[in-house]
């Protein structure tokens, strides 16, 4: 496990001070009000969407391959939306890792299941393994989560060490570790040992580990085979959530989904097809709010051409 990083002098090179400059930037910005927080995240949202041009053809190309039965029309607006969601990211970021318990508090409120599964899991010391896709509001939603059920997140380390101490200190303000997404034996111990541990199945991880299994409308989504291994090895319960923001800068829900106290184990084809179905009804939760712009499907079987 990853305890709090210390800073170093070493972190003051020249090399670091864009970075430290951008992150006072982003310091100084989100001490405004929420509402007008929201407009200006949006609104760099549409600069986003002006000028990346690579990531704007990413996203609709997986919007195009998840929801054909979409017309031209109605997939533009939804491209857009999305994009202010991206320009919100960033904004959550800053909020995510600098704003106090109290202020974040004023701001989210809990739907869905509400956390008595999850508090009755952690009293039974049951591991819970929090299903966390990879929304826009991720950070945000980790810290949202966090303050409810404190629990051990699965990151990959940044390059930028000054990046990586500022991640892991925001996101450790309200849980109780970070952990290498590599570190599969650490996951499993800390799972058996009662924990929550948040991990996101639902990018493309590569060839390595992975099957090929539907997700929407693609037939062949390279998917992990990691929550099989980790449900399998640990017996945990599987509790997925989604943090949704509300329109016109009213703030968050932690959306909690029903548990899943005996998740199909049977093998890693049969889990990862189950869990890309849970996927995808927390992704129409929040369609504008995911994070449409990776390569989802660059990974292909054998022999089969580039979707991209």
């Known amino acids: 496990m990853t305890h709090l990083p210390k800073f170093s002098a070493a972190l003051l090179h020249p090399r670091y001070w864009l970075t430290w400059f951008g992150v006072g930037l ?3 910005l989100i001490q405004l009000p929420y509402p007008l927080l929201y407009r200006l995240g949006c609104g760099l949202g549409h600069l986003a969407h002006r000028f990346m041009k690579r990531r704007v053809r990413i996203t609709h190309r997986n919007l195009e391959l998840c929801f054909p039965e979409m017309s031209e029309p109605e997939r533009q607006v939804l491209l857009k939306k999305n994009f202010e969601s991206v320009g919100m990211g960033l904004i959550e970021t800053g909020m995510a890792w600098f704003w106090s318990d109290k202020r974040m508090a004023r ?3 809990v739907a869905g299941t509400g956390m008595e599964p999850v508090h009755q899991l952690q009293a039974q010391k049951t591991g819970v393994l929090l299903i966390g896709i990879h929304f826009l509001t991720l950070e945000i939603g980790a810290r ?4 409810q059920a404190p629990g051990i997140g699965v990151y990959r380390p940044n390059d930028n060490p000054v990046i990586d101490l500022l991640q892991t200190w925001g996101r450790m303000r309200s849980n109780k570790q970070m952990i290498d997404r590599k570190d599969l034996k650490g996951m499993i111990r800390a799972l058996k040992n009662g924990e929550v541990l948040w991990y996101a199945p639902d990018h493309d991880y590569g060839r390595r580990s992975s099957v090929f299994v539907p997700f929407f409308a693609v037939d062949q989504a390279a998917t992990t085979t990691g929550t099989w291994m980790l449900a399998k090895m640990s017996k945990a319960a599987v509790v997925p959530f989604v943090p949704r923001r509300k329109p016109d800068g009213k703030g968050y829900e932690l959306i909690m989904l029903e548990p899943e ?6 093998d890693a084809e049969t889990t990862a097809r189950w869990m890309n179905g849970v996927i995808e009804k927390c992704i129409m939760l929040a369609p504008e709010q995911y994070m449409w712009l990776h390569r989802r499907f660059k990974t292909r079987p054998e022999g089969m051409p580039s979707r991209y």
């Open 26 to 28: 982003l310091w100084l």
């Open 107 to 109: 701001w989210f409120d």
């Open 144 to 147: 949202m989560f966090g303050m």
């Open 261 to 266: 106290y005996s998740p199909p184990i049977h």
